[in-house]
């Protein structure tokens, strides 16, 4: 007998029990409505392609939390209380649909009723809430007493918590009184049959038992058709958008930007949030306010403005503003009418130079929110729009465009080719060398900033030393254009891509080895769009494969505790992590001893992004909170294997007055003092 | 071309005594008249003479034109050009000399213009060709890179701005004889196009680093911001700007405003003197436009000294107090 | 208003010392391999001054250059930033021109242009860095000239320009229409936006020849010039840098002051 056959004040439960839930799911599916109409006002993107694909990683991230599991730390183990609520609370959807919407709303509570399957699936449900109580306890526990900092104590917080914690408790009162009414003599389900046994054994009355079942059963069902009302009004609404925005996630080059279509294009960038694609805007649903992002975003360490997690948030809220002013009206008009500009006022130019583009934030989000690509839009309107950004970027973009690099002032030193003096190259378009296979190309910083041609005199000697053939560009060589790609300067990443792979094809190269993992980035994933194929490899894959083979043999050793700095653009961007560890593992006498935050979590050295020619004004200097990371694992030498890096973690070391004590080397400085 | 001859030099006047520059011509160009045995004269242009015209002889000049009026109370460029090229259209010189200053500068070709003459600007080196008599000369040019020789051979006036400070200023001999020329300035204000509003005397505590034509940076080395005071100093001794590094801007020895650099500002003075930095190519790069950098670091090896064309090994302590006590002494002179 | 700005491609001006070539026969720069030609600083400034005028009181700009070979750059550059048209003049009889010459024939391309309000020059180029064309320009032109300027704002139906002065600076009211040379305290040089970019690419720019803009052949004749240009020269200068000394750092100092004034470095 469910309580929904029963007669109230006249009124048949179910007509009580199906207006409720119409007037709930209208809610919900209004609240739906209104949110994806938001979300189509966003440009168009096409995320639709290699479906297959996309099924098998929601399946694979979703289903078992490896989204949440994946960030699971020593000191966070966060991951895995939310993997228990969502497990748990999956046993409780299927339950509520059994139980509460064909046993009671369609009368088939008699089918189930006294089955064997009714006893399992309410004792799977019974330790399932168990755990789900647990993990919120905890989460409770975690989030009002402990309080790290990554999460808010909000009240939207709470809400959920205590819902949650009430439906458990209720699901519970739901069984113990019904097997006491009935009088069922069961140990299972444990803690369901436990409270019957308890009421039976108080003596309660028939009509108290029946009231009990009646009020808790209500109560149960009218709190999770609230629950689903709450759901897309709250952070929750995770819950719905998260799978799909899993689904949709960027397959292409990791914080990759798209590329602007100057040929069509009518403004640059996004300074409105219907500027921003629709799955920008998926993204801002996602977002569960983990914090996760904010945590280990480099700026937020370091105690400037940006905090990822709050300039989604910032957009979230701006977007249902503006969206909730005039749904009617165009997406301009809606956007006009509201006085808040979105860069300023919602995000600030602050934030938005803040960035380092290190793709922390990117990589330890577990619903797929892609940060990076939206700060390079901001960026984007700025700089092509209104000509605005920091005096010393301007001062780089227009070195780059009169000198063909960003470096200002080398120039009174040294010109582009002369770091080829004195070395026995192969230099392209002289001597009428012109051709190569494999080309060298060793950057603006690698060519131009004196300690940076040290490490290339070095890439140079190793790559002889195991009979590489290459050739070099020497004064020919141009930037990459990553600084401007950067800092958001699309047209002259664009018209610089274009120039290179041009000369590329001039001199038949097929392959490219380079130094610079900014360079290797736009090189191999970002010039493909602009017609490169070529393949390009950064000097540690090749030098770790030389080591396999045996043609180098760095025998010679390195004599002292070493730490590997990943660089954001060979590590996370490019998921490179293995081969300079394993170049390292060949070196005799290298102790490797990793920091804490290495590989995915590495922690940026501060220079990404333009950051090499912008001055850090608020809060502490990143590079000097890397030292800190190097210095806290008793490493005598901190290596890394890209040319910004390397200056600023030598920057940092004489920031904090070790330079007695710890020494920053290029890998192949390291592997060059190795095999002789 | 021959209806031509003479020198006439255009004299400046400050503060109702003859400007440096004054002495500065009168000198160069007694030695070209001497050299071409021609005369020397020179115009005076201002509202109240007074004795000056007398002063220029006695510091060499032959003639001196006097053009009173007191529209030309400071220089005005419309009304000086008229004064000017009437004097010439009637005295004929075959050379004009003025100063490479703010009046001359502007003055110079537009006279050029009107005398349809031929003119070279900011000479450092004034001398006669011994074969044709003609006036050679010599200005840098590419930023200093280069050296140019510079002949008017055609036309006349030959017009030359002489740079300050470049060459040998007139001594005083108060023996000397000559005429002083009142002309007849008429000006008449409504033949001025155009109207000067104000004149702002900028005394700015310390000049904008960018505007700079000396700026002086001090480093780490240089220890706490009181003895930063020294940087100051020496700065004001040169009318110059003051620089820092990034360190010491953080040190809070100087706002960050004053950062060169990479990340700060962009300089390109004339002379930048670094003092106690070490040169880090990121500081480098906001001040390798200098034309003269002078490096002042006790460390031999610093890489300042691979980018500086003057430089001094020592404390700066024990440098710095020598040095701005022979500058007072050279600049008084 | 109508505003029209001559610029000028030079040689850049931030070749390294040590990497500074001349050919003494031709009296040209050797730029080195790879670094290309720019558009005169100044001059960039007189762009820069053009586009603050539009933005405020709204004006066309015309860029006009004088130049040889890839001269059409410079003319897109000051097009990214904000100019409106531009119109090269090339003729094998405009090359080695001096001051004189060089007004001569900006003023006759001017004059083809016909109206306009405004002449903006730099206030030297920073090649030659001679400071001349400018004031001679607006002679010819029979218009006045305001030199230096540091601001230039439209006011009472003419422009009120400050001018630089060596301790201050000057405010002067000029009718129009007149000409001012631009000194770099306007202000940096904007960065091009995209849609400058795209515009400048897409725009055509004529080539106006002497015949064209009707030069007189005796005016830009070799004998005609004003001035000649007698010898090019690279001052004999170490490089490396000069470490002065002293029997103690006091004297070394006093020796280093008195280099300097040598010098003529202050
Ligand atoms: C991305 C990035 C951007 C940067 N941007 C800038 C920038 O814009 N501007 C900038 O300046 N830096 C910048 N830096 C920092 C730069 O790399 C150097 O760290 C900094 O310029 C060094 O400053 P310094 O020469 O004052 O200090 P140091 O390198 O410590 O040099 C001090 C010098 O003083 C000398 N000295 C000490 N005592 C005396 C004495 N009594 N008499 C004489 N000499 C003495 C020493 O021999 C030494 O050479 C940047 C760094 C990075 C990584
Ligand atoms: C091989 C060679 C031979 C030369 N021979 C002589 C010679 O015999 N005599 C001589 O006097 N000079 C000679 N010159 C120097 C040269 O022609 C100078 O450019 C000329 O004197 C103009 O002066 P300036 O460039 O210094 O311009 P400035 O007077 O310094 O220029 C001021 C402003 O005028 C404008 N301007 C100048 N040039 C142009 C241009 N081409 N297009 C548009 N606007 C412009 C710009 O706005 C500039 O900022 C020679 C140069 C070369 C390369």
Known sequence: ?676 | MDTHKGILLCGEIEKGTLAPITMELLGIGRVLADKTGQELSILLMGSDIGGLGEEALAYGADKVYVAENPLLEHYHSDACTMVAADLCRKALPSILLLGNTDAGRDLAPRLAARLQAGLATDAVELDIDPDTGILVVTRPVFGGNALASVMVRKVRPQIATVRPKTVKPAEKDASRQGQVIRMVAEVDSSTLKVQVVERVEEKVEGVRLEDAEVVVSGGRGIGSSQSYEMIWELARLLDGAVGATRPACEEGWISMLHQVGQTGKMVSPKLYIAVALSGAMQHIAGCSGSKCIVAINQDPEANIFKVAHYGVVGDYKEILPAFMGKLKELLAK | MHIIVCVKQIPDPEIPSAKFKIDPATKKVVPPAGVPPVISVFDERAVEAACQLKDKNGAKITVISMGQGKVADVVKHALSMGADDGITLQDSAFENLDSYGTAYVLSKAIQKIGEYDLVLCGRQAADWDSGQVGSILAEMLGIPVVTIARNIQAADGGLRVERVLKDGYEVVQAPMPCLVTVSNEVGLPRLPTGMGIITATRKKIPAWTAQDIEIDPAQVAPEGAHTEIVKLSVPIRDVQCEIVTGKDAGEAAVELAVRLRAANII
């Open chain 1, 1 to 676: 007998m469910s309580p929904v056959s029963a007669t109230y004040w006249g009124l048949s439960g179910y007509v009580i029990f199906w207006v409720l839930f119409a007037v709930a799911f209208g809610l919900f599916v209004r609240r739906l409505f209104f949110l994806f109409r938001l979300m189509r006002q966003g440009k168009d993107e096409n995320r639709f392609d290699n479906i297959g694909q996309r099924i098998r990683m929601m399946v694979v991230e979703v289903v078992p939390q490896w989204c949440n599991l994946k960030t699971v730390t020593r000191k966070d183990l966060a991951g895995l209380g939310h993997a228990l609520m969502f497990w748990g609370f999956s046993f409780f959807l299927v339950s509520y649909i059994i139980f509460i919407g064909l046993a009671g709303g369609f009368g088939l509570a008699h089918v189930i009723e006294g089955t064997a399957f009714e006893k399992v699936f309410l004792t799977i449900l019974d330790v399932a809430g168990v755990a789900v109580t647990i993990a919120i306890l905890w989460a409770a526990f975690r989030r009002y007493i402990i309080r790290p900092e990554r999460l808010e104590p909000s009240a939207e917080a709470a809400i959920i918590l205590c819902t949650v914690f009430a439906l458990m408790v209720l699901n519970v009162c739901v069984v113990g009184f019904n097997y006491a009414l009935l009088d069922v003599q069961s140990s299972w389900p444990p803690i369901g049959a436990a409270l019957a046994a308890w009421l039976t054994s108080a003596g309660v009355s028939q009509g108290a038992l029946d009231a009990g079942y009646k009020i808790s059963w209500w109560l149960h069902y009218v709190l999770i058709i609230g629950f689903m009302v709450y759901i897309p009004y709250s952070k929750h609404l995770h819950i719905l958008t998260s799978p799909a925005n899993v689904f949709f996630r960027s397959l292409g080059p990791k914080m990759a930007p798209q590329p602007i279509n100057f040929e069509e294009a009518e403004t640059f960038g996004v300074s409105q949030i219907n500027e921003f694609t629709w799955k920008d805007l998926l993204d801002l649903y996602s977002c569960a306010e983990c914090g996760r992002c904010h945590v280990n975003c480099p700026a937020q360490l370091s105690g400037k403005v940006l905090s990822p997690r709050e300039t989604i948030l910032s957009l979230k809220e701006h977007l249902l503003e503006t969206g909730v002013a005039k749904p009617e009206a165009g997406a301009d008009a809606s956007a006009e009418s509201s006085a808040k500009q979105m860069i300023g006022d919602v995000v600030t130019e602050d934030a938005i130079w803040d960035c380092t583009t290190c793709g922390a934030c990117q990589e330890i989000c577990p619903v797929g929110v892609e940060h990076v690509r939206k700060m390079i839009d901001l960026r984007r309107n700025l700089v092509l729009m209104q000509s605005r950004m920091p005096e010393t970027v301007q001062l780089m973009l227009r070195n780059m465009q009169t000198k063909g690099h960003p470096w200002a002032g080398v120039q009174s030193m040294r010109l582009r080719g002369d770091w080829t003096g004195g070395l026995d190259l192969k230099i392209l378009g002289e001597g009428g060398n012109d051709h190569a296979d494999t080309l060298l190309w060793v950057g603006c910083t690698g060519a131009l900033v004196d300690r940076n041609v040290q490490v290339t005199t070095s890439l140079v000697t190793v790559l002889d030393a195991a009979g590489v053939e290459f050739g070099v560009l020497g004064g020919e060589e141009a930037c990459c254009g990553d600084p401007a790609r950067r800092v958001g300067y699309e047209i002259q990443f664009q018209t610089i891509a274009e120039q290179n792979i041009e000369v590329f094809k001039s001199y038949g190269i097929k392959r490219i080895i380079t130094a610079c993992p900014h360079c290797y980035n736009a090189l191999k994933n970002e010039y493909p769009k602009f017609g490169a194929d070529f393949e390009v490899v950064h000097y540690t894959r090749l030098v770790a494969d030389l080591i396999g083979k045996g043609t180098l043999n760095p025998a010679g050793g390195w004599d002292s505790a070493v730490t590997y700095h990943d660089p954001c653009y060979l590590g996370r961007y490019n998921e490179e992590y293995a081969a300079p560890r394993q170049i390292l593992q060949a070196i005799p006498g290298a102790n490797i001893r990793e920091m804490e935050r290495s590989q995915s979590t590495s922690l940026c050295c501060g220079g990404g992004g333009g950051h090499m020619w912008m001055e850090e004004k608020t809060g502490r200097k990143i590079n000097e909170i890397r030292i800190e990371d190097v210095t806290s694992t008793g490493a005598e030498t901190v290596v890394t294997s890209c040319p910004y890096c390397l200056q600023m973690l030598e920057e940092g070391i004489e920031r904090k007055q070790l330079k007695s004590s710890l020494r920053a080397m290029d890998l192949i400085e390291l592997v060059e003092k190795a095999i002789n």
